[in-house]
């Protein structure tokens, strides 16, 4: 049977990016008009990750938790650069989430959700206009 | 800002691209990759100023503080020990990292700072692979850079273009991205999300250089 600290860190990776695709959506409104076409290809992808992420939980005999119909937005998103700064932590909790799912998982799924780490660790990058040492380590729920 | 970022930014968004796909292809030959540009181990007698403690002669220099190293993570989880092979490996290949940052300043005192900073973001994963480790400060720009040190390795000619040696430095840490996926295979769970982590600055690394190295 699965880790059930797997399962618990898999329904989070969902919600993460479930909150991701709405952060998107608010965020990327506010967001200058050369930033528009990086949130639009990060949006699909956290997208496109939370039907992965549903794929891994059928695999562990469970299901992600409803998706709700609006989140908390991180901080509040009132301009361009309020709009990048919550974009950064959304990036930065989604990483996190990941990394609780690589703590608890085994070799080829580990490896899938590092990749995942990665990206969002990129675009966190691409929002702040830097890198951090440790992407997605502070915010850990480590379930 | 917004044209010029703009720009960057794509270019960025290109080498992300970049990145992914390199990493994907560079996951099964693992660590080898990860050590490029290997430092010249401390044979040498007169070893330039920022040069990093070989892996077998661990420097005891009197706490040679390392300049805007961000403080070590005190997440008990980011906290690993050289005994751990897969901890060893991956620490090797930050040294190795470090060491071509070094070369890279010492070529570029220009980029001094902004190199220094990604550089300070290496020594921080080397810290929290290795809380002991004592490294040597970075090369100081303004510092004589010393004629006498030997050869630089291959990858970091000291005529190299400033494009050169941000597509090496690039290349360098989409590797080490890569090789993060590897190592992370056999360690334990919070040592491997450790690993996950740096791989994850490691892109980021990968896909901001540019920006960074071309920012004022």
Redesign the interface.
Known sequence: MTDPRLVRALIAAAAAENAAVYGYSVAGARLAASDKGVARTAYDAHRAQTLVITQWLAQASATPDPDAPVYQLPSPVTDASSARAALVSIEESTAAAYADVIAAADAPLRRDAALALQLAAVRAAIWRDRAVPFPGLAGRLGL | M??E??LT??S??QL?VL??AS??AG?RSGTQQATPAAPATGATPSRPPGSVAAPSTRTTAPAASTPAA?AT?T?A??RATLADPTAQAAATSERALVAAYDDAMRAHPDLATALG??R??HV??LK?LNPDLVLSPAPVPSSTGSPTAPASPPASPPAATVLAVVAMLTDLETRA?AA??GD??TAT??L??????????E??????LV??LASP
Do not use: E, F, Q, W
Not at chain 2, 192 to 201: F, P, R, T
């Open positions: 917004p044209k970022a703009s930014r794509r960025a968004l992300l990145a992914a990493a994907t996951c961000p993570t997440n989880s980011a900073a990604v300070a973001d921080a994963h929290a991205a993060r996926l992370m295979a769970g919070s491997a999300a450790l690993l996950a982590s740096i791989g994850g600055c892109a980021a690394h990968a896909a901001t920006t960074a």
